[in-house]
């Protein structure tokens, strides 16, 4: 009994062990070609692999390609320094240097460096070859070849622009995580072909529905090559699995920051991919003169690309100036009334301001179903409101029964910025106890649920966004309007609205 007690232990001791061998770095981040960029290493270089495991990066990406002799080798380019891989053999590339001395990496030493640890994948990609399809078949072969003679079938995921070369690491290694590069391949046939994902040039993923879609299939979604936080910060909104990057660094801080780290999940979004008029299932347009309850100067017209227009990722609001309907000026107003309702939230919009006395561009909240009365009994939140004679500063503000501007008591704050030259994040985070209010995730402002009722607190029921440019009315046209200022653009780069 105590001999098989030990045996037991000890084989449970072993697969114990054995499970915790790997660690896997649980992040987004796929340095491209290694981290090479931020200190200057070469590209493709054990250096630019030991610092992307350094960093903790998830994986480093690196590139195979097959001497003239049929040795492999690790480079992006079909080149070397001015030799062609496939042309020559590996003697003469080690005639050449790398700029802090390595030599080109065979496969197997890049394999090698790699197993050192085990927490950041290596992911090999299998370069198309120039000659012919065979010889890429046969570079495919050898790599899935050395990587087992190495022991490295944990540390090793597969990529390639060439989608037969991905069919053939699937028959070899139907276990193996094999992603797409090229982009023409649709997600159900990925699936159907076997593969475990794509990874595709991030502007595929823009088309609407591309990310879930893939998602329900159970494939994972990479994007490449992603260097700028807009773009990193909207494929980690949209649940993407993988980011390739230069800039490993920068996406790690981008991550940081992202509301996915604070517990937000995306409900909706809209990034202005299309082109004309903002799409109809997302918004639908307040119509009209009359003042708006402000005395305002603008008609805000109906579905016009005049005021209303997508363009290059952008929502265009444009305000002109154009008489109609017994109005000096005709402008837009969007609203998501009855489409994407919301109670509670992140709500964040990335927009440039126009600049001009007179003008009063908006993004902000009411009631969908006004639960409490009308306004201001049922409340309303100023995400960001500007006024063009304060020409640096932004608000946000809070109205209710009891905090409004009507008798003096609402509750706001500005601060001052340059809303002109670039753009800036407005956001607010609304929980059942309080509002809070950003730009570019600074905090400015708290308005908290004081619990005396809804004349204090109206923020339980839906809400839904506006989005839109005033001209003139009781506070933007204070001081007069600048005729010379229009047409006035507010450019929106998306809105996003994330749950708990």
Same mark, same amino acid.
């Given at each position: ?202 502007? @595929?993923?823009? +088309?609407? &529905?591309? $990310? !879930?879609?893939?998602?329900? *299939? ?5 994007? /490449? ?114 489409? @994407?309702?919301? +109670?509670? &939230?992140? $709500? !964040?919009?990335?927009?440039? *301001? ?5 003008? /009063? ?117 204070? +001081? ?21």
């Amino acid at each position: 009994m105590k001999r098989l007690f030990i045996s037991t232990f000890m084989v449970f001791i072993f697969t114990a062990s054995f499970a915790q061998k790997f660690n896997w770095n649980k992040n987004q981040v796929i340095a491209h070609r290694g981290a090479w960029k931020k200190n200057k290493f070469p590209e493709n270089s054990l250096a630019s692999l030991n610092e992307a495991v350094r960093l903790g990066c998830y994986g480093s990406e690196f590139d195979v390609w097959m001497t003239l002799d049929k040795v492999l080798v690790v480079n992006h380019d079909p080149e070397f320094q001015g030799l062609t891989i496939e042309k020559v053999n590996y003697a003469d590339l080690l005639t050449k240097t790398m700029t802090n001395g390595e030599k080109i990496p065979t496969l197997e030493n890049y394999l090698l460096e790699g197993k050192k640890q085990n927490k950041t994948k290596l992911i090999l990609e299998i370069k198309p070859s120039l000659i012919s399809k065979e010889r890429g078949i046969e570079l495919t072969n050898a790599s899935i070849e050395r990587v087992k003679k190495l022991g490295m079938l944990e540390w090793t995921e597969y990529i390639s622009f060439d989608y037969d070369y991905c069919k053939r690491v699937v028959e070899l290694l139907p276990k193996a995580k094999v992603a797409y590069l090229r982009g023409e391949i649709n997600a159900e046939q990925l699936k159907a072909d076997k593969l475990t994902g794509a990874d595709y040039h991030y502007s @595929f993923y823009q +088309k609407d &529905g591309w $990310i !879930e879609n893939a998602h329900q *299939l159970g494939l994972t979604v990479n994007a /490449w090559t992603v260097n700028t936080a807009p773009e990193m910060q909207w494929l980690l909104a949209h649940q993407v699995e993988y980011i390739t990057t230069n800039e490993p660094e920068l996406l790690f801080e981008v991550l940081k920051k992202t509301p996915l780290a604070a517990g937000w999940k995306l409900k909706w979004s809209d990034e202005f991919n299309d082109a004309g008029l903002a799409l109809a299932k997302y918004w639908s347009y307040d119509v009209g003169g009359k003042g708006w309850g402000n005395n305002e100067l603008q008609y805000y017209t109906d579905a016009d690309t005049s005021n209303a227009k997508v363009i290059k990722g952008n929502l265009n609001i444009t305000a002109l100036k154009v008489a109609k309907d017994k109005n000096e000026y005709t402008s837009a107003r969007l609203v998501t009334k009855n489409k @994407f309702d919301f +109670k509670y &939230g992140r $709500i !964040e919009v990335r927009a440039m *301001l126009p600049k001009g006395r007179g003008l /009063w561009p908006a993004i902000w909240a009411l009631p969908t179903n006004w639960k409490y009365g009308d306004w201001p009994k049922s409340g309303e939140i100023d995400i960001m409101e500007h006024v063009g004679y304060e020409p640096d500063s932004i608000y946000g503000t809070v109205h209710t029964e009891k905090f409004n501007h009507m008798i003096n008591t609402q509750v706001g704050k500005g601060v001052k910025i340059n809303p002109y030259d670039g753009y800036h994040v407005y956001a607010v985070e609304w929980f059942k106890d309080k509002i809070d209010f950003f730009i570019d995730d600074q905090k400015y402002l708290t308005f908290k649920n004081n619990g005396k009722g809804s004349a204090y607190w109206p923020f339980d029921q839906d809400f839904h966004l506006i989005l839109n440019m005033a001209v003139g009315g009781n506070w933007g046209g204070k +001081k007069g309007v600048d005729d010379s200022v229009f047409p006035a653009t507010m450019k929106v780069d998306y809105v996003r609205v994330f749950q708990k």
